[in-house]
């Protein structure tokens, strides 16, 4: 993968909250000393009552158990909103821009969100939910789905967020498993100019679900809806009585924050389960510390609130760090390829962190639709949610950041609650491709299949050996399935899933889900590489590589690519892109099938579905496993009509 290194750029190394030296003497006294380190890094937040105890953590059968800070008692809202009233009531907490250009921004201050959150905390109070108690959240892109998370917190019920582009199915599944009898939602989301039927598609959802008995429903549209009578509450309505006092609930650690069910790439979505004081902490600590943050600047998060990029770094991390954070309600393409730097000039945004899907969707669309625009207020940049190709990254860094802003890529999963492994920008020389190095209080390793420890530049299974702060405690009602999933393949060890290779300066270079690794004539190899290599084509845009049966080799290489806008594929391209692989990689790596798409199966966050593919390229496609968190099922009916011909 890419040669390059990227120095840090003097400026940042001179002004970052951490440079190369202090990254390395922090990192070594939070591993070295954890209790130390965290005792310290703890009372970044407003606790109620001081903690004593710090880690009580063992990945190990015997006494497995997962805590942190657990004699401390917190409140997360109290910590995003009530404790910077005094020092910056009228600062601009929430900045919201809607999907459309038709309809004015909104700049929501820390006392209006106060106030907002107080109000609706009440008003579910007046729905009789109580602490503890599941809601789930299926609302678009606007403030109001901040308001709800945030009221949850505060009476210290469980959110369950449930991204507003799921079928009534999936929904219906997701109130099921979290046994939640409250709702909240909108008529109709707007998103790249379409209406999505949300009440509709809760009411479709909840006649499979009839233990819940309340639905509060916010205007977005107008639209007209269905509305049951007791069941049902306009949200103006609702608030409009309700007192802007609510005191913030007095939590435990470990108590419970949010539920979220993971993207969905490999499997069945598993609902991960957060608690409060060791999440918190870890959110606004790698906020702070991998955006450089300071107090005051705009930044913006362009991942949805349905996916955990969304809690940690469009409402929590930064809202408990007094950020101005932008919540975006649209898509990067509507309603042209311009909109996301518009909003940044718009906003004069200083730091900017989307995802690699975008940025390859973007790329496609040609340089004139960032180039047009100034982009002179960005400092930084960030990615996350899949591998970035490094020529996408290259991309992004010289036409985006016009060669000026480092990027953060940052690795990390719902599971982790927040980053895990992250270049720190004062701090982290970068290379194109590769998430660098671990963030305070992360220990990484590499092992092979049985378990052994790999030493030095090699190739392996991603586990880490120790807690952090942020770690996910259990999969919702399924403690078994927790510690099955993630502590039960390497004893001792929380297993990633993913595959990485560690290079000779100890930076990491995620290579795909370890489902997805690939055995050509008994070679190993990750899904990122060939993809990367066929990114870095001209001519195409996105790929998806996944193993095939091969008589000969025992796996061949299918490859799934789509092309930059302009192009059309043909014959002559599908050899050029095999010589072009064989070339970049090695004859190794010769791609067996390259099959053009139009689009690739992704989840609702963006991700490739190999999964799926895997089963075309296995010619199995009787039952494609769970697709309840496909984004667009017509992408996959579409592959399975243009199947080549296999030979
Ligand atoms: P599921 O667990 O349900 O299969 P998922 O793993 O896609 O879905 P998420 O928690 O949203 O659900 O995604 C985490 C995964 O995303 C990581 O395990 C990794 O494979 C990938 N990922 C995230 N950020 C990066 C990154 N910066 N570089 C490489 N891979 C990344
Ligand atoms: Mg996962």
Not at 212 to 218: G, T
């Amino acid at each position: 993968m890419g040669e390059a290194v990227y120095p840090v750029p003097a400026q940042w190394a001179a002004n970052a909250l951490v440079d190369e030296a202090r990254y390395f003497e922090m990192y070594r006294q939070s591993v070295e000393d954890p209790e130390g380190f965290w005792a310290e890094h703890g009372k970044r937040l407003d606790w109620i009552r001081p903690f004593t105890k710090v880690k009580n953590t063992s990945f190990h059968e015997a006494d497995f158990g997962i805590r942190w800070f657990e004699d401390g008692t917190l409140n997360l809202s109290a910590n995003c909103l009530d404790r910077h009233l005094a020092t910056r009531g009228d600062q601009v907490a929430i900045l919201w821009e809607p999907d459309g250009l038709d309809e004015p921004h909104r700049a929501i201050t820390y006392r209006e969100l106060h106030e907002d959150v107080c109000r609706f905390a009440n008003l579910l109070k007046s729905r009789g939910v109580k602490r503890g108690e599941r809601v789930t959240i299926y609302l678009p892109m606007v403030p109001e789905a901040a308001v709800a998370m945030l009221a949850c917190a505060r009476i210290g019920a469980i959110h369950s967020i449930v991204f507003a582009g799921f079928s009534p199915d999936a929904l219906a599944g997701r109130i099921i498993d979290c046994d939640s009898r409250i709702v909240l939602t909108a008529d109709e989301g707007l998103r790249g100019g379409r209406k999505v039927p949300l009440k509709a598609n809760v009411d479709e959802a909840l006649q499979q679900c009839p233990g819940v008995d309340s639905v509060i429903v916010l205007r977005r549209t107008g639209a007209s809806v269905n509305v049951v009578e007791g069941r049902d509450v306009d949200w103006a309505t609702g608030i409009a009585a309700q007192s802007v006092e609510c005191a913030p609930e007095e939590m435990g650690a470990e108590d419970p924050l949010f539920i979220l069910y993971t993207s969905g790439s490999t499997g069945k979505p598993k609902g991960v389960l957060h608690t409060t004081g060791g999440y918190s902490v870890w959110a606004s600590m790698t906020h702070q510390y991998v955006f450089d943050y300071r107090p005051g600047q705009i930044y913006w998060c362009a991942a949805d609130i349905g996916w955990v990029t969304g809690h940690s770094y469009v409402v929590y991390g930064p809202l408990m760090n007094g950020a101005t954070t932008v919540m975006f309600e649209g898509v990067p393409n509507f309603p042209d390829p311009s909109r996301f730097w518009q909003v940044v000039d718009k906003f004069q945004v200083e730091i900017f962190y989307g995802a690699p899907t975008a940025l390859r969707a973007l790329m496609r669309e040609g340089d004139e639709w960032v180039t047009k625009t100034s982009r002179q207020s960005l400092r930084l940049l960030g990615s996350v949610g899949e591998p970035i190709n490094p020529e996408a990254w290259e991309w992004y860094h010289k036409v985006v950041g016009d060669s000026r802003c480092p990027i953060v890529d940052t690795w990390w999963q719902t599971e982790t609650g927040a980053a895990m492994i992250t270049p720190l920008p004062g701090a982290t020389p970068l290379k194109p491709g590769s998430a660098s190095r671990p963030f305070f209080g992360v220990k990484p390793a590499l092992v092979d299949n049985d378990g052994t420890f790999l030493e030095g530049a090699t190739d392996g299974c991603l586990v880490i050996t120790d807690s952090w702060p942020g770690q996910m405690r259990t999969v919702w009602g399924d403690h078994e399935r927790f510690f099955q999933t993630y502590f039960s393949t390497f004893k001792g060890l929380y297993f990633t899933g993913d595959g990485c290779r560690r290079d000779e300066d100890g930076y990491h270079w995620i290579t795909g889900r370890i489902d997805d690794v690939i055995n050509v004539s008994g070679h190993r190899m990750g899904t990122a590489e060939i993809e990367s290599a066929l990114v870095a084509h001209a001519k195409v845009a996105e790929a998806a590589v996944v193993g095939m049966p091969h008589d000969i080799k025992g796996q061949g290489i299918y490859a799934f690519v789509t092309c930059n806008a302009e192009v059309q594929p043909d014959e002559a391209l599908r050899k050029e892109l095999i010589q072009w692989v064989r070339h970049e990689i090695g004859p190794i790596a010769t791609p067996d099938v390259i099959q053009f798409a139009p689009g690739l199966p992704k989840t609702r966050s963006g991700k490739i579905m190999r999964r799926i593919l895997r089963k075309i390229g296995e010619n199995d496609v009787s039952n494609l496993g769970d697709t309840s968190t496909l984004a667009d099922p017509s992408v996959v009916d579409n592959l399975l009509a243009n199947r080549p011909q296999l030979a």
